[in-house]
């Protein structure tokens, strides 16, 4: 079956260190996201790609950059961590073709910045 | 652009009665609407969808939801509440013909008391 994984899982990392979130898809998508999710404000748009070597900033990229250089894979790097990039991090795709829109989530990335 | 607003950050019901969880949208173009839900520490799962086809649209667990243009609304319903239905609700706008981009809500809280 088709699938969107995650890795890693847990995450802990130190302030100023580099990490990143790996994120891969066999459906074949077109499009990927990555949303952050904190109390209170649901999920909000990290980065966005509508294909290969497509890449968009979404309402909070600051700190966080994303390459695609195949149609499966969507890594979020975090160039210098900070404590306010504590969070749990969904990466998602969906096709993109009219009338769905649908996301297909992953698992989820919890990562914890000391 | 669009915009998901969830009219309640909390919803306490006691098993057994209805449930009503609360979405209005704003959306430039045709837009798809979507409710996801998330059980504490899991991933997020799509419950239903609005695609532009009928507008009442029946879900998984018994739950439905009603596209209302007139009074951009989405409400999410269920007659009967389970104990399995605690968990986090969102409401999610999709423009059809715009950007395609998900925007999600801030999420609603279902609680269920015995």
């Known amino acids: 079956d088709a699938e969107i994984t995650q890795s890693p899982r847990h995450k802990i990392t130190e302030t100023g260190r580099q990490v990143t979130l790996a994120c891969h898809q066999t459906?074949?998508?077109?499009?990927m996201f990555w949303y952050r999710q904190d109390l209170g404000h649901g999920l909000r748009l990290i980065h966005y790609s509508y294909g290969v070597h497509d890449t968009n900033k979404g309402e909070v990229s600051d700190g966080y950059s994303v390459s695609r250089s195949n149609t499966e894979d969507l890594p979020l790097t975090l160039e210098s961590a900070a404590s306010s990039q504590t969070s749990v991090y969904f990466c998602?795709?969906?096709?993109?073709?009219?009338?769905?829109?649908?996301?297909?989530f992953g698992e989820g990335s919890r990562l914890t910045v000391l | 652009a669009q915009s998901v607003t969830q009219l309640d950050s909390h919803v306490s019901v006691s098993e057994g009665t209805p449930v009503l969880l609360r979405c209005n949208y704003s959306?430039?173009?045709?837009?798809?609407l979507f409710w996801y839900v998330q059980h504490p520490n899991k991933g997020l799962q799509l419950l239903l969808k609005y695609t532009s086809a009928a507008t009442l649209v029946k879900g998984i667990n018994g739950f439905e939801a009603e596209f209302k243009k007139s009074e951009t609304s989405f409400h999410l319903t269920k007659p009967s509440a389970h104990m399995s239905d605690a968990a986090e609700y969102f409401c999610v706008v999709s423009d059809l013909g715009g950007s395609y981009i998900p925007t999600f809500g801030r999420g609603t809280s279902l609680i269920v008391h015995p």
């Open positions: 998602a795709s969906n096709s993109g073709t009219l009338n769905t829109g649908e996301l297909f």
């Open positions: 959306s430039s173009y045709s837009p798809s």
């Open positions: 459906w074949n998508h077109n499009n």
